[in-house]
């Protein structure tokens, strides 16, 4: 079973197994942000929640991040993805496109989109503007970062996470991310960054492991763990 945790009165993370999503109200709308892993019934759990009128927002495709998605209908999600979401999902639903500096009000609660590629093509992360939080999806987080299989660039995650340093780091104090230790301090991004540097350098040498029916590697970068391809860094 999910479990709803408050963080003020008008925010909320559902933690579902391992992943985490969020419910964030303004005075006129409220935003589902991503619809979990094992809960297609995320916006039914939304709703017990809020009376405003709800919409979704995907931060990327992943299935740990769309299980809820179906009964939505239209979601927000970078189009960049939309390839990712149509193998899971085959197309069902609308994908309403946002990008980068797209703003969402919903009223009274501005946010803003940062687009953060590499983990997947179309992966993004939301700023909600005056409570000063970034809500970062995998991309900034204190647990695996899946950088295996099709689309996964790490030479891209690694420029994302620099300009998003460099360009938005006076916008926030708290890193809501997916997956490990809620929050985070902005402090981790340039540590992901020094990491990911480490095993593109091969300064971090990672070792060899067996996960979910695959071949692949391993680095612990101290701050967090990359899962990749063996051949990621001959390609
Ligand atoms: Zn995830």
Known sequence: MPEIIPINQHTWRIED??????????????????????????GAIARTLTALPLNLLNTHADPDHTAGNEAFGTFYMSPAEWENYHEIHHKNGTLLPVRDGDRIDLGGRELVIIDLPGHTPGSIAVLDVAARVLIGGDAIQDSHIFMFGARRNMARYIESLTALWHL???????????????????????????????????????KH????????????????????????LRE
Not at 21 to 40: C, H, R, V, W
Not at 215 to 220: A, N, P, T
């Open 17 to 42: 197994d391992g992943v985490r999503f969020f419910l964030l109200e303004g005075q006129q709308k409220a935003l589902l942000i991503d619809s979990g892993m094992n809960t297609p019934n995320a």
């Open 168 to 206: 938005h780091r006076e916008k926030f104090d708290t890193v809501y991310p997916s997956h490990g230790t809620f929050p985070l301090p902005p402090s981790q991004i340039p540590r992901l960054i020094a990491g990911a540097g480490d095993i593109v350098s091969g300064k971090c040498v990672g």
């Open 209 to 232: 492991i067996r996960f979910m029916a695959q071949d692949l590697i391993y680095y612990d970068v101290g701050c967090a763990g990359f899962l990749c391809d063996p051949t990621f």
